[in-house]
């Protein structure tokens, strides 16, 4: 399921159960905190009507006049609403579009690195077999895998990089850490053999099944894995 066609699902019925929409929710965590929002206003505007109605008289002629206040006020605010679904709407497209838009693959690596920093403190002594599993998974992935252990690798987890499912990995170079992504090929990426900025040094290169970016920083950490990445990656 597209985006467009998820986010006018969940506009118009977060609850469903339908199995296509419930497996698009799943897909991304950006998606699932957007269900989970309007699963919540749902619930809240349901609540909010939900009003016990008293057995004596008295109660049920003030209710009624609640009701017919209530029927009234939500005629006026009816295009008030509609107007705000609109711009929801739009923005949703907006930010759909954005995703779908060019990627500077070294800026978003350097993004990405300064974002989960807990990760170059990580040591989970990552098995290759381990990180052949979850590169199985990304769209695309066609068999990529490592063939041997490629170095230590202390930390490995999904992540994405606008839209894309991909691999973010923190590998032992020669002397300090380096952050491998790993990004599976698509015509907006763009990638640059070199980039950097005041702290840490970035190297990109490809192969035949997806993008690699290297971040740390000494250049001949990222040459050590890229080295690595080479004798072992296919």
Do not use: W
């Not at 939900?50 to 009816?78: C, M, S, W, Y």
């Not at 590169?135 to 990529?144: P, R, Y």
């Not at 839209?163 to 923190?170: D, P």
């Amino acid at each position: 399921m597209d985006e467009l066609k998820f986010r006018r699902q969940a506009y118009s019925d977060p609850n469903s159960q339908d199995p296509d929409f419930l497996d698009a929710a799943m897909e991304s965590a950006d998606r699932e905190a957007f269900l989970n929002e309007l699963k919540g206003l749902d619930n809240k505007i349901e609540h909010a009507l939900k009003i016990d109605v008293p057995d004596d008289l008295a109660a049920k002629l003030l209710l009624g006049q609640q009701l017919q206040h209530h029927h009234t006020q939500r005629r006026k605010t009816g295009f008030a609403f509609a107007l705000v679904a609109s711009i929801a709407f739009l923005a949703g497209m907006t930010f759909t579009l954005l995703r779908m838009g060019p990627v500077d693959l070294g800026q978003h690596a350097l993004a990405h690195v300064y974002h989960e920093t807990q990760a170059l403190k990580v040591d989970q002594n990552v098995p290759f077999q381990d990180v052949n599993f979850q590169l199985a998974s990304l769209k695309g992935s066609n068999e990529m895998k490592f063939t041997q252990q490629p170095g230590k690798v202390f930390y490995s987890t999904y992540c994405d990089f606008q839209g894309v499912q991909s691999l973010h990995l923190v590998m032992q170079g020669e002397h300090g850490k380096v952050t491998l992504f790993i990004v599976p090929l698509e015509e907006r990426m763009v990638l640059d053999k070199a980039f950097a900025d005041n702290k840490y040094q970035g190297m990109g290169f490809e192969t035949d099944n997806a993008y690699m970016l290297l971040v740390g920083e000494q250049r001949e950490d990222l040459n050590y894995v890229k080295n690595e990445i080479k004798q072992t990656f296919i």
